[in-house]
């Protein structure tokens, strides 16, 4: 039970294909207490079903593009629920037309839409959950990312440029959080077919690529990104930080 005594945030629930339902599952049952975020959009008896699978797992409405409502959700749940050991930031967003256009085409308001809600929500949920005193000492953050924040992978767009901001922040926030003996990394999984997915062009092809070129030739579950993340949240990481992991069987060290 790597996880017993702690009390992790999952941010980013919306169904049982969420990649953040397979890290909630995964803390779970590594022993930890879990309590969600959800976007207001998402609807409130649905997740509620969900997540009572859970234990006293409660989530609490969240629109990571406002500071002032980050933080009235953070105060909420500080109260409510004590203090935190872990986050899981599990959050992206792009246009529609900014993901099926060429990346030439993507407008000034969807740049900046997508990097907003995909990446700066990350440097926003961390400095708000330090300065509402939210996050127990040696606490650990944990983001999602994918392998077209390095190379361009076809229909991933405006998305990739986005995670690319999203890691290189996680490194910048390291070394701030490091001070106080806080840690935060990312997890660049593999293509999982989730609702956002549903955004990317041919994400089928994405899916059986992975297969064939992938050392393990198979793509990935949310329980095994779910797994290291709960290895990223237990002191057994206690010496990783500003690290992106790949969880993708071992697709992104294929060359040739
Ligand atoms: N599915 C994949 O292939 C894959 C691969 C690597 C990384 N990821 C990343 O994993 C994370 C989770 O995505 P997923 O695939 O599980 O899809 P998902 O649709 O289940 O989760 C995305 C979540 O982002 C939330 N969201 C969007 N805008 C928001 C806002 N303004 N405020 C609060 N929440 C908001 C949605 O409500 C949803 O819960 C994302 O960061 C995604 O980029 C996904």
């Not at 406002?66 to 986050?87: A, H, Y």
Request: net charge negative.
């Amino acid at each position: 039970m790597i996880l017993e005594g702690k009390t992790i945030l999952i941010m980013g629930i919306r169904n049982k294909w969420s990649i953040a339902w397979g890290v909630a599952v995964s803390a779970h049952e590594n022993g930890a207490k879990v309590i969600f975020t959800h976007h207001p959009a998402e609807k409130e008896e649905k997740i509620k079903e969900l997540i009572s699978e859970l234990p006293g797992a409660k989530s609490y409405s969240c629109d990571v593009s406002s500071d002032e409502e980050i933080r009235k959700c953070f105060e909420t749940i500080k109260k409510e629920q004590g203090n935190i050991d872990g986050i899981l930031h599990s959050i992206a967003h792009a246009n529609t037309e900014d993901l099926r256009n060429d990346f030439i085409f993507t407008s000034r308001e969807g740049f900046s839409h997508a990097n907003d809600v995909s990446a700066y929500s990350l440097v926003a949920i961390t400095r708000i959950a330090k300065e509402v005193n939210m996050l127990n000492e040696r606490a650990s953050i944990v983001a999602l990312t994918y392998f077209g924040a390095e190379k361009v992978v076809e229909g991933y767009n405006l998305m990739g440029v986005a995670k690319a901001a999203l890691e290189t922040s996680i490194k910048y926030l390291a070394k701030d959080i490091g001070k106080e003996k806080m840690r935060i990394n990312a997890i660049s999984a593999g293509p999982i077919k989730t609702l956002s997915a549903k955004g990317i062009k041919d994400f089928g092809t994405i899916l059986d690529v992975v297969e064939k070129r992938a050392p393990l030739h198979e793509n990935v579950t949310t329980k095994q990104v779910g797994d290291v993340a709960s290895f990223l949240f237990s002191s057994l990481s206690s010496a990783v930080t500003g690290e992106i992991i790949h969880v993708d069987n071992g697709f992104s060290i294929i060359g040739v």
